[in-house]
């Protein structure tokens, strides 16, 4: 399943079981006491985090938190947009498929062109 963590598609392959494997390595607490509520300010605290500290959060997490997500809410797109006191509120919704996709398509042949015109 194709999940939009705020500006990245990353693909999340069975998020309940996902979950269920690596909720202790992510640190939301056991899953199944979470409401979607408890999810949602767990993966903004996430991306507050990697925000302030000026990185981009890793693949692996990214992974899990869109599996959080994905199984506390059903949303399969999530944007963190920076508040004025530095915390982000979350806005979650379900896109299309082939939205994703064509998303994460494009945003793959802009990366190879950064890439490429680095190493140039």
């Not at 059903?74 to 530095?86: I, T």
């Not at 498929?97 to 802009?110: H, I």
């Amino acid at each position: 399943m194709l999940f939009l963590l705020d500006s990245r598609v990353v693909e999340v392959e069975m998020p309940e079981i996902r979950l269920a494997r690596r909720w202790r390595i992510l640190g939301c607490g056991d899953p199944h006491g979470l409401r979607a509520r408890d999810a949602i300010d767990f993966a903004r605290a996430v991306m507050d985090e990697s925000r302030a500290d000026g990185g981009e959060i890793e693949p692996e997490i990214a992974c899990d938190i869109a599996a959080l997500i994905i199984s506390k809410t059903g949303a399969n797109a999530a944007q963190f947009v920076p508040c004025e006191n530095g915390t982000s509120e979350a806005r979650l919704d379900t896109l299309p498929e082939d939205v994703l996709s064509a998303f994460q398509s494009a945003r793959s042949a802009t990366d190879g062109r950064d890439s490429g015109a680095s190493a140039a």
